[in-house]
């Protein structure tokens, strides 16, 4: 974890001391919004993983006898925004070619970072008619599914710092690329423990079927310590000016942006994982 600390702090130090000798010379140029969706893998977990975040569940290793585990590493969503302030030289908006800007920002991101399924799937034959049109045997079978659903999600504020490069800004179209990195805090996160149960009767005549469903099910939430994330991240968007010539337009401008990056986040109760994601979204900018 302090590896991860260290290499965070140096890579944030870095971006400040590229910055500093511009700084006196940069001045306010745009505001921007974006609303998202997070997608990454999460994280490798097993039961035990579990057991030390949530100890006081219900779930034991015993009512999984007969269950089989449908997946340790798998792919997760959530919701994500961003707010960021645009930096740039007073002359930035005249380059002939290339425009270079700084943005600081703050973000959200809802993350399940550790997942486990278990599934059961129990059938039964309960009895065996004859159809009086010809004859032919129908089946009533019993079947029920089970499914435990194990989740632990964290939610994360962070700091963001990026540089990023574009295209003409003179242009309408206007396409940019750049590093940044994210520092913060993994606020309130929690361990759902679900489970469900279908059961119905399944009839079978003449290729016909018919289901009569049952269904139950039960849901512990439990509540967890907060810990550190960070991220290092590459922006890549393209920006679109809304107004062509009427200039109260021109100030308004619609972008999609995705944020590929290498997370570091903390498990208070674990340890630290490192993932994989991307964050993509649409956004407006205003410039002053």
Do not use: C
């Not at 632990?152 to 800004?169: A, C, E, F, K």
């Not at 550190?228 to 619609?254: A, C, M, N, Q, W």
Request: aromatic share 12%; proline share 2%.
């Amino acid at each position: 974890m302090r590896k991860v600390v260290s290499l965070l702090f140096a890579l944030a130090m870095a971006a400040g001391a590229m910055a500093q000798d511009e700084s006196k010379s940069l001045e306010i140029k745009s505001a921007s919004v974006q609303f998202g969706l997070y997608t990454g893998d999460a994280g490798v977990s097993n039961f035990i993983d579990f057991q030390k975040l949530a100890p006081t569940m219900t779930l034991t290793e015993n009512d999984l006898v007969g269950f089989s585990n449908q997946n340790g590493y798998i792919d997760n969503s959530g919701p994500a925004f961003s707010a960021n302030l645009i930096f740039a030289k007073p002359n930035a908006g005249n380059a002939a070619r290339f425009n270079l800007e700084y943005r600081v920002g703050v973000s959200f991101q809802q993350v399940d970072l550790m997942n486990q399924n278990y599934h059961r799937e129990d059938e039964y034959r309960i009895d065996t008619l004859l159809s009086s049109r010809n004859g032919k045997e129908f089946f009533v079978d019993s079947i029920q599914n089970q499914n435990y659903y194990l989740t632990y999600t964290q939610r994360h504020v962070m700091l963001d710092g990026d540089v990023t490069i574009s295209t003409n800004p003179q242009k309408r179209w206007k396409f940019y690329a750049g590093i940044g990195v994210s520092l913060g805090l993994s606020v309130s996160p929690t361990t759902e423990i679900s489970y469900t149960s279908n059961s119905y009767i399944e009839g079978r005549i003449d290729e016909d079927e018919e289901f009569y469903l049952e269904s139950d099910g039960n849901t512990e939430r439990f509540s967890n310590k907060g810990g550190f994330f960070g991220r290092v991240y590459l922006p890549l968007g393209i920006d679109f000016r809304i107004g062509k010539k009427k200039e109260s337009l021109t100030k308004y401008h619609l972008f999609v942006e995705s944020r590929q990056s290498l997370n570091f986040q903390s498990v208070s109760e674990l340890s630290s994982i490192t993932t994989i994601a991307s964050t993509g979204g649409v956004g407006m900018r205003y410039n002053f």
